[in-house]
């Protein structure tokens, strides 16, 4: 046998970029106080023409160009010309409700006039409208509409995405709109890591009996989502008026019973120890933090747990009060970010996240971008897979029409974005950059 007939089959070869950010050296353990060292920078140069091949939609060369063929074979390989550009891994969205029906634009003007939300509740607004105009739609409905969500997320750069369920507050469509995001992604390909949420709210027809709720519904729910391997983890909103500490253990301590590993929405609107109580349940990521006091944040970054900060809500709910970033980082704590994207705030975009990071909690540039990959990867128990540009893992990656990391968050809400690759392939192409198969490492 020839030497060459045993070289790995690239399908894939990312050449000719500017820069790229490769995160390397972060997946066992998230990254602590990044800094342009943790980023794992490759700038090319003539001298080192660095270039990256896929194979099967896994990495499998990282280096120089000039090496490539002794170790793959290139021959029917699509070659991808970066002229020059920046390449990042996809971004990883650990944060989001994006499975729902309907919209409510016609809350916004109350929200600008200072309607305070739980006034919007009583008149039908709210969560309680999309729980309604969820459970009313149908599975089509549901499916389309956030099939082009996802879509648009993918086209700004989100490549995995972990989904929450929380609109149907019922056994029946907590079940459905699982069953549909597993669809998503089996059959139509979305990397999502799916969440039950029925512990998002307590349902009208449930209002004065809390302890049926979370027996009848979100036990219930548990149990299913369980049995048919539905989803990967089980969240709870922790929130005065809400779901308290003692019921979120019930229910977390449930659902671990059952495979379910936890994560929880904690301090998003004051001070309710969800951040000391995310820390003593070892939760996999505590979420928003925004009111979270300096001993929560402090048991959190001493365990090393996930914070995902959520800046987007805090613009679209008018608080003026941004998750306390520099204070975790100061902490040593694992700083992760996602859209929160849901009908109240509905943000796709981790490009205006990353910006939003920047300019609202003062993260540094490096600080954003490995918040947005690797260590969201990581709130989602995904780093060993995705998050990071290194042999072995899914090739996910963004090619910008921008020269360096610097310029993701200082363009703000500019899209930049040339093509998205998702385990190998180009799934969004905005230019015509792509050579036919081949000829030039035939
Ligand atoms: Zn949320």
Not at 243 to 270: C, M, Q, W, Y
Not at 292 to 313: M, Y
Request: proline residues 3%; negative net charge.
């Amino acid at each position: 046998m020839k030497k060459e007939e045993r070289r790995i089959r690239a399908e894939l070869v990312l050449s000719n970029f500017g820069q790229v950010v490769t995160l390397s050296g972060h997946s066992s353990e998230p990254c602590i106080h990044p800094s342009e060292d943790s980023l794992s920078v490759i700038q090319n140069s003539d001298s080192k023409r660095i270039v990256i091949a896929s194979s099967e939609g896994r990495i499998c060369y990282i280096g120089r160009e000039s090496d490539i063929r002794q170790y793959v074979d290139t021959s029917s390989a699509i070659e991808i010309d970066c002229k020059q550009s920046l390449v990042t891994p996809g971004f990883v969205d650990s944060h989001t409700h994006a499975i729902f029906a309907g919209s409510r634009e016609e809350e916004l003007e109350l929200k600008v006039k200072g309607v305070p939300y739980l006034e919007i509740l009583k008149h039908g607004g709210g969560i309680l409208k999309t729980v309604s105009q969820t459970r009313k739609a149908s599975d089509e409905e549901i499916i389309e509409q956030t099939r082009r969500r996802l879509s648009r997320m993918l086209a700004s750069g989100t490549t995995t995405f972990e989904v929450k369920s929380g609109y149907g507050l019922c056994v029946e469509t907590e079940t459905r709109l699982l069953e549909i995001l597993s669809y998503l992604r089996e059959v139509k390909g979305f990397d999502i890591e799916s969440t039950l949420l029925s512990a998002h709210a307590i349902p009208e027809e449930y209002k004065n009996r809390r302890r049926e709720y979370i027996k009848e519904v979100v036990k219930e729910t548990i149990e299913i989502a369980s049995k048919r391997r539905l989803a990967t983890f089980c969240d709870v909103f922790l929130e005065k008026g809400v779901f308290e500490p003692e019921e979120a253990r019930e229910i977390l301590n449930f659902s671990t019973e059952k495979g379910l590993l936890p994560k929880v929405h904690a301090d998003e609107f004051s001070d309710h120890g969800g951040s000391e109580f995310a820390a003593r349940m070892n939760v996999v990521s505590a979420d928003h933090l925004l009111y979270a006091s300096r001993n929560g944040l402090e048991a959190l970054a001493r365990r090393k747990i996930p914070c995902v900060l959520l800046p987007g809500t805090s613009l679209s709910s008018f608080v003026g009060l941004y998750a306390n970033a520099r204070e975790l980082f100061d902490l040593g704590g694992v700083v992760a970010l996602g859209t929160d994207l849901s009908p109240n705030s509905w943000i796709e975009s981790m490009q205006f996240v990353i910006s939003l990071a920047c300019y609202g909690m003062r993260m540094t540039p490096a600080e954003c971008l490995v918040a947005a990959t690797v260590n969201s990867a990581h709130a989602i128990r995904r780093a060993d897979d995705v998050g990071s540009l290194e042999v072995g893992k899914s090739l996910d990656a963004i090619v910008f029409d921008l020269e360096n990391y610097r310029e993701i968050p200082y363009r703000i809400s500019s899209d930049c974005i040339k093509k998205v690759i998702k385990r190998g392939k180009v799934v969004i192409d905005r230019d015509l950059g792509t050579r036919s198969a081949g000829n030039h490492y035939s």
